[in-house]
Structures are given as C-alpha cells and as structure tokens.
C-alpha cells in the first residue's frame, strides 16, 4: 500500500504518507532479486483464486497522486511491474482537499490524460469513492461514492473498473454489501497483513509501505509474518 512518492521536507505532516523516489526505486528492485512480479489487484486476485504458486505482489496506489505518473510509473517500468491506482471520480485533476483540515500540503491529482497515458501503460484503474469521503458515515451516499463513482470511471475511460479501496480503510457491512451490489470483483483495505487464500476479495488486507519503512524492515515485511501478526492490531 503506497499513497505518494515523492520526496518531502522533515516537517510535512503525516510524512508517512511518502515514500522517497529512490526508497521507491530501491524496494522494487529488492522485489525483483527476490523473484517476484509486480502485478495489478486484479491479477493478483485472480491468481487466488486459481491456488497459483507463482511470487506476485500487488502494488496499489491510494488516491492517484500526480506523482505517480512522474515518480512511480518509470520505475515500475524499468522492472517490468505492473500496479493498481485508486482514483476518486469527483477529485480527478484537483487536489487532495480532504487532507485540508489536518495541515498536509495540497498534492495534485492525476488528471484525464494523465490517467488515459497510465492505463495505456498497462496500470489498473480503480475505485476510491468520488469525494474521499468515510463510507461508514450515516450521511454519506452509497450510490454516490460507490455504484455511481464506479459508472463515472467506466464511462470517462472506457475500461471496466473491477478494484475499489475504501476511503480510510472504512467499511462495514452496509458499505460491503454496497460495494458488492455494484459489481466490484475486489476491495483492499488498510487492515496489515500479507493476502492468503481465505481471504475474502472485498476486505483484502494490505502491507504499509511508507518513509520510515527501511530496506530491511521492507525484506521483513514482504517475507515474514511481520506483518501478518498486526491483522487484529
């Protein structure tokens, strides 16, 4: 789970939400000796399904920061890897204005072509809500955010968008049965651990990658249980 990658000062808050260019560049390349391929969600969660044995690693990208295209995709590229950028159908070309009120400086949104030249580049488009809003609030509109934002995407960029992620890592089984209902085949949340087979599709865990996340606690994290630990956390 990446959100921006990008470098920034010491002083940015929630810092963690970055990861440096080269930290970037270094942990795919740590992925590659380790024998494993950089895959979309899709993919990965298809390989699931089939019980494959092969090494993959789905790589996903919260938000669809403008960095991605400039930061993340040429070294995704340079390794032959693939990924998974949440976008939010209400926000595409603005700013990360929900961040507004915690003091995080304004980052730019993929806009359309940005986002036709990422797919055209083999990246999976998903589904991060329209606004970014927190699912789980009786004041927010399922339709809207889900079914809606879902049909928003298909239509701007003629693909079928299979992957949601959920604003916050907020869900419950309201938001589930929502998600489901509008036909998506995936759903990755904020909950810490590796996937296995008996995890469900729509409440997918996921590995924080983040700027205090060194190559060996990376090492640790991809192939060791210590992740897999923090699940209930």
Request: aromatic share 8%.
């Amino acid at each position: 789970m990446y959100h921006s990658i990008q470098n920034v000062s010491k002083t940015e808050p929630m810092r963690s939400l970055h990861v440096s260019p080269a930290a970037f560049k270094k942990q795919l390349q740590i992925l590659k000796i380790l024998g494993f391929r950089g895959c979309t969600v899709s993919e990965a969660v298809n390989a699931l399904r089939e019980g494959s044995k092969e090494k993959i690693v789905a790589l996903t990208f919260d938000d669809g920061y403008q960095n991605f295209l400039s930061n993340a995709l040429p070294a995704l590229q340079k390794f032959g890897f693939k990924a998974t950028v949440y976008v939010l159908s209400g926000l595409i070309g603005k700013t990360n204005i929900w961040d507004r009120a915690s003091g995080i400086s304004p980052n730019s949104l993929l806009n359309k072509q940005e986002l036709k030249l990422c797919i055209r580049s083999g990246v999976e488009l998903g589904c991060h809500s329209h606004n970014h809003h927190s699912l789980i609030s009786e004041d927010v509109s399922l339709a809207n955010e889900i079914t809606e934002s879902k049909h928003l995407l298909e239509q701007q960029f003629e693909v079928d968008v299979h992957s949601f992620c959920y604003p916050y890592g907020h869900f419950n089984t309201r938001v589930l049965e929502a998600v489901q209902h509008a036909g998506f085949k995936s759903a990755t949340t904020m909950i810490r651990s590796r996937a296995s087979y008996s995890d469900d599709s729509l409440t997918l865990p996921r590995i924080p990658v983040n700027w205090h996340t060194l190559p060996h606690l990376f090492v640790a994290k991809i192939l060791t249980k210590y992740e897999d630990r923090r699940r209930d956390v």
